[in-house]
């Protein structure tokens, strides 16, 4: 067995790992480099031999680079979830057409390509995955399966049991634990080798059961002297987890029912459609309020733009009245989307409060901003950073040192070897010592 990355490795952005076992080549996500990685989006390996794709999930990240795959000449079969299925198509539209400048009927030829290799699969159970090779023996067939990975709708890690039995782990991105909307993610029975994301290897979230009184605190200490909250969210995961907080503080009437709740991310709206689609999916806390007749992602105090223009007029009011609104967009990162006209015209007022939610990768402006700068630029002009701003961890989609040692230490027997991907050099260092003091046997 040989894997090969071709991104994600040592960095946060651009996942791409190669699996070769055997006859067969496997790939498992094909993402989008961001930040400091700024390498180009043509595919640079050779996708011949690859014989199949396996996605953990949708983020950009681990899918941006599907319509590069394609035009490299990969035409074999794509495998991932049920929900991770109906949420690719909605997922690379945005992308091609914010980020690459498509128009629709080019997004649209792209993503039909894509649409039609996709062969959706229920978490547990196992498949064969298909060989170039026609005479191959089945004995020599590697075999996947999917199994929930609490990071959002659809997330999976991946098992990939080879000829001789032993099993090969792909976390993918893994949920933190106790969060209400998705059940956490359970360890795997058997991890012969795995190759787990180590995103917050070293580091400790919030408590998310308190996260919902730390948002209520700032939201409250914010509107004392009026202005907009803005909080970037990833159309996927985030959003929907906030609208589940702020439902429940709608709920309780700790929120003013005058205060607008706005959602300006078509893409996220069609997301949320989706989550709600696949309501068994949710976690109990999630369930419990729908049997109470309560609608956590859809609740009448948060109103949803639709239209640009209605958007641009919704930002020149909010900058020169100056009112109270709470406003989720994408994107995350603030590197694209509508987030970015509200952060060109709000940043400069010292009412406003800017609430980062999630991971902020290197060379982004969510970074830039989160790490202190007074003055950045967006769209070629300087703007000003007078508003406050805020870091929330508990929002994080991703498991922090504890919740990755709880999945780890969840393996009856420990893997032969650990292979830590998806993070930051200095961050897999300490988690790698902190893992050998465990007794584990850590890869380089």
């Not at 009112?323 to 509200?342: N, P, T």
Request: aromatic share 6%; glycine share 8%; net charge negative.
């Amino acid at each position: 067995m040989e894997v090969i990355h071709h991104g994600g490795k040592d960095t946060v952005t651009g996942s791409c790992h190669e699996l070769r076992a055997g006859r067969q080549t496997i790939l498992i996500d094909c993402g989008l480099f961001q930040g400091v990685d700024d390498r180009p989006l043509e595919i640079d390996f050779t996708t011949s031999l690859i014989d199949a794709l396996l996605l953990t999930h949708t983020h950009i990240d681990h899918i941006g680079r599907l319509p590069w795959l394609l035009a490299s000449g990969f035409n074999q079969p794509i495998y991932c979830s049920a929900a991770t299925a109906e949420l690719v198509p909605l997922m690379l539209e945005d992308g091609l057409k914010i980020q690459q400048g498509l128009t629709s009927r080019e997004a649209a030829h792209v993503i039909k390509s894509i649409t039609k290799l996709i062969h959706a699969k229920s978490y547990g159970e196992w498949f064969a995955l298909p060989s170039k090779i026609s005479e191959q023996p089945q004995s020599d067939t590697l075999y996947a399966r999917f199994q929930p990975a609490g990071h959002i709708l659809g997330s999976a890690y991946v098992e990939i049991r080879l000829p001789n039995q032993e099993v090969v782990v792909f976390s993918g991105d893994l949920g933190p634990s106790n969060t209400p909307l998705l059940p956490d993610p359970v360890s795997p029975q058997r991890a012969d080798y795995l190759y787990i994301e180590s995103t917050y290897g070293d580091a400790e979230h919030e408590d998310i059961a308190a996260r919902g009184e730390r948002l209520k605190a700032i939201i409250d200490r914010s509107l004392a002297d009026g202005g907009t909250i803005l909080i970037p969210a990833f159309s996927v995961g985030r959003t929907q987890e906030l609208l589940f907080d702020i439902e429940q503080l709608v709920f309780t009437h700790q929120l003013d029912a005058n205060l607008p709740i706005i959602l300006d991310s078509p893409m996220a709206q069609k997301v949320t459609e989706s989550y709600r689609h696949f309501k068994q999916l949710w976690g109990q806390e999630a369930k419990q309020r729908l049997s109470m007749k309560r609608h956590p992602l859809a609740f009448d105090q948060c109103v949803t733009v639709d239209d640009h223009r209605s958007h641009l007029k919704l930002v020149n009011r909010l900058k020169s009245t100056g009112e109270a609104a709470i406003v989720v967009a994408a994107s995350g990162m603030c590197q694209g989307g509508r987030i970015m006209d509200y952060l060109k015209a709000l940043l400069p007022d010292e009412r406003t409060d800017l609430l980062i939610a999630g991971y902020q990768a290197e060379g982004t402006l969510g970074k830039e901003i989160q790490s202190g700068a007074m003055l950045v630029e967006i769209d070629n002009e300087e703007v000003e950073v007078n508003a406050r701003i805020h870091t929330m961890s508990g929002y994080s989609a991703h498991a922090d040192k504890h919740d990755l040692l709880r999945f780890i230490q969840g393996i009856a027997d420990k893997p032969k070897a650990i292979h830590l991907i998806h993070g930051e050099p200095e961050t897999q260092q300490r988690f790698a010592a902190e893992l050998r003091q465990l007794g584990y046997h850590v890869e380089e």
